[in-house]
């Protein structure tokens, strides 16, 4: 059987140096035997004796075919990496007096990117004698950092590297819909108040003669 002697993870058949080992496998009865019998045992099934816990008491080894077992390894790892959720990581680049119009530009974006998912990189880049102002700069993301409460929390605090003062974000698992949306949904549905009509009043009968028996009349 072809082996690859640099790839092996595992003891295989006359690497495995213990007196007794417990043996499964399919259509294999679990067991305890000598170590030279369950190599004898894997040989006449034209398997391979793969020691798959060595830390167990004594040994457990499975009969399987080895370059088999390997590929079922790999394709488990596969699988499992496939699952993982990847995060991409957005940078938005703010300058120490950034107006408020860019602000607002940016943090529509940041809640945009939290909302799919992704991870936020916020950086004030101080440039030539801006770096004076490092402490606006921490205002400012702190700030940011306020305004995205409800879609992500901070995971690294602003911190100065060189010429940046960098700030992460993550999202939150269950990200809120925006703001201005909801209000402006709301107010696309909302119906106009009904108006209310006055009330008619009675009409009282009026009378300036004497009151004749048998008739009633509002006073």
Do not use: W
Request: aromatic share 8%; hydrophobic share 35%; with cysteine.
């Amino acid at each position: 059987m072809k082996r690859d002697d640099k790839k092996q993870h595992y003891r295989i058949n006359e690497q495995i140096r213990v007196r007794e080992v417990r043996i499964v496998g399919d259509e294999v009865e679990s067991t305890v035997m000598p170590t030279h019998k369950a190599l004898q045992l894997a040989e006449s099934k034209g398997l391979d004796l793969v020691e798959i816990s060595p830390n167990a008491v004594p040994p457990v080894c499975r009969l399987i075919d080895y370059s088999k077992f390997l590929y079922q390894q790999k394709k488990k790892q596969k699988e499992m990496k496939a699952k993982q959720v990847k995060v991409d990581v957005k940078e938005i680049r703010f300058g120490p007096q950034t107006d408020d119009h860019d602000y607002d530009f940016k943090l529509k974006h940041a809640k945009g990117f939290l909302s799919d998912g992704d991870k936020v990189k916020a950086y004030v880049f101080f440039k030539g004698r801006s770096i004076l102002f490092k402490e606006q700069g921490e205002v400012l993301l702190l700030r940011f950092a306020a305004d995205l409460e409800e879609y992500g929390k901070v995971e690294h605090m602003p911190q100065l590297e060189g010429k940046r003062m960098i700030m992460f974000i993550a999202p939150k698992k269950n990200a809120t819909p925006k703001k201005e949306e909801v209000v402006e949904k709301a107010e696309d549905t909302a119906q106009p108040a009904p108006v209310k009509k006055a009330p008619q009043q009675k009409a009282r009968k009026e009378y300036t003669g004497p009151k004749v028996e048998g008739e009633d009349f509002d006073d």
